[in-house]
């Protein structure tokens, strides 16, 4: 059984930063894509970012370019999501998701296994 747990959401100002991370746990870690996702009140889940098996490409939506950073430890079964410069659109639910395949990986539907999610909230 493949769970996820997110942990590092909280309430902060614009401009401040935050670490989300995310513990993976069941099966091999380093045999999945990892996404990160968020779902703002009354919106659809959004992909924030995502990371290959190996670490070495990362993927980002066009807001999170040059502000977060997605990476992970395949030795400590747990990716993270780095977010600098936050603003107050960046309020949302974050989610780290597991896909099999890579594929569309922009594309919730695509993902196996999800985390329960964190609040994150940006004050102006």
């Known amino acids: 059984q493949v769970t996820l747990v997110e942990s590092g959401g909280g309430l902060v100002q614009a401009g401040d930063s935050l670490r989300l991370s995310c513990a993976f746990s069941g099966r091999p870690f380093s045999n999945y894509y990892v996404g990160w996702f968020r779902q703002a009140l009354g919106k659809e889940r959004e992909f924030v970012g995502g990371i290959r098996r190996n670490a070495r490409h990362t993927y980002y939506a066009n807001f999170a370019k040059g502000r977060f950073t997605v990476s992970r430890d395949n030795t400590k079964n747990t990716a993270t999501l780095e977010m600098n410069n936050l603003k107050p659109e960046d309020t949302a639910v974050y989610y780290c998701?597991?896909?099999?395949?890579?594929?569309?990986?922009?594309?919730?539907?695509?993902?196996?296994?999800w985390g329960q999610g964190t609040q994150v909230t940006v004050s102006s």
């Open positions: 998701a597991a896909a099999t395949y890579y594929s569309d990986t922009d594309n919730p539907q695509n993902y196996d296994y």
